[in-house]
């Protein structure tokens, strides 16, 4: 794909299944956007219930510190409104009910840009093909189009929310199978870390977990002709509007 701008781009808008997820595949990437001025909020399906390796920590306990971590990671990236929907881990399915969730989230965020998962499976990236990724994914390109924009798509959001359609330019699809565009994260990557230490039940078990994220960020950087020892995030682009 040509250079891609972010000319235009005021608002990005992020749906993606599980707290974290957002931080693993493109921590470094909205945080150069946000440097840039760019407002960034997130639409996060689950609250994670079936994450962590702790057993000593009652499951009931695990949705409130997946939130908590997800607002300090938020907060390390310049991330404030971040909105939850609460359905359950695991289950997550691109049902009717969380394609009208999504497009309320979209039709009050008005994004220009959404980052979102691949509904499509990642042979060579497993770990990115969780069920619920593909879910969240796929009802979230269906909300963008054809729902968001349509003023008879869940007509009670507009007759009794007053929430008036909205159409989305872009979708930044993580975890893709097919990807056309990269970031170089270089500058941002320190502040990656930060953000996925912030999810301190997911991530502080992992043995050098700066240094496997590295060596995924070198890899998509390399593959992308850009020096040794820079990092980078790609992403499929689909042009939406």
Same mark, same amino acid.
């Given at each position: 794909?040509?250079?891609?701008?972010?000319?235009?781009?005021?608002?990005?808008?992020?749906?993606?299944?599980?707290?974290?997820?957002?931080?693993?595949?493109?921590?470094?990437?909205?945080?150069?956007?946000?440097?840039?001025?760019?407002?960034?909020?997130?639409?996060?399906?689950?609250?994670?219930?079936?994450?962590?390796?702790?057993?000593?920590?009652?499951?009931?306990?695990?949705?409130?510190?997946?939130?908590?971590?997800?607002?300090?990671?938020?907060?390390?990236?310049?991330?404030?409104?971040?909105?939850?929907?609460?359905?359950?881990?695991?289950?997550?399915?691109?049902?009717?009910?969380?394609?009208?969730?999504?497009?309320?989230?979209?039709?009050?965020?008005?994004?220009?840009?959404?980052?979102?998962?691949?509904? !499509? +499976?990642?042979?060579?990236?497993? #770990?990115?093909?969780?069920?619920?990724?593909?879910? *969240?994914?796929?009802? %979230? =390109?269906? &909300?963008?189009?054809?729902?968001?924009?349509?003023?008879?798509?869940?007509?009670?959001?507009?007759?009794?929310?007053?929430?008036?359609?909205?159409?989305?330019?872009?979708?930044?699809?993580?975890?893709?199978?097919?990807?056309?565009?990269?970031?170089?994260?270089?500058?941002?990557?320190?502040?990656?870390?930060?953000?996925?230490?912030?999810?301190?039940?997911?991530?502080?078990?992992?043995?050098?977990?700066?240094?496997?994220?590295?060596?995924?960020? !070198? +890899?998509?950087?390399?593959?992308? #002709?850009?020096?040794?020892?820079?990092?980078?995030? *790609?992403?499929?682009? %689909? =042009?939406? &509007?």
């Amino acid at each position: 794909m040509s250079e891609v701008s972010n000319e235009g781009i005021e608002r990005v808008l992020v749906v993606t299944a599980h707290p974290d997820d957002v931080d693993f595949g493109a921590g470094g990437t909205l945080a150069g956007w946000i440097n840039a001025g760019i407002h960034v909020s997130y639409c996060i399906c689950t609250n994670g219930d079936q994450g962590g390796n702790d057993d000593e920590v009652p499951r009931s306990e695990i949705p409130i510190i997946r939130q908590r971590e997800q607002r300090a990671a938020g907060k390390v990236l310049g991330v404030e409104e971040i909105t939850f929907l609460n359905y359950v881990d695991g289950w997550l399915q691109p049902t009717i009910e969380l394609r009208k969730s999504i497009v309320r989230a979209i039709r009050i965020a008005r994004p220009d840009r959404m980052v979102i998962q691949s509904p !499509e +499976r990642n042979w060579d990236r497993i #770990g990115a093909s969780h069920p619920d990724h593909m879910a *969240a994914g796929e009802a %979230a =390109i269906q &909300a963008i189009y054809p729902d968001a924009r349509n003023p008879f798509a869940f007509p009670e959001l507009l007759e009794e929310e007053g929430l008036q359609p909205w159409t989305v330019r872009e979708a930044w699809v993580m975890g893709s199978p097919i990807t056309n565009h990269f970031v170089d994260t270089t500058e941002f990557f320190e502040r990656k870390i930060e953000a996925l230490k912030a999810h301190h039940s997911q991530t502080a078990h992992m043995e050098d977990m700066p240094g496997m994220v590295r060596m995924w960020g !070198e +890899r998509i950087a390399e593959a992308n #002709g850009l020096p040794e020892g820079r990092t980078a995030e *790609a992403f499929k682009i %689909a =042009i939406t &509007a």
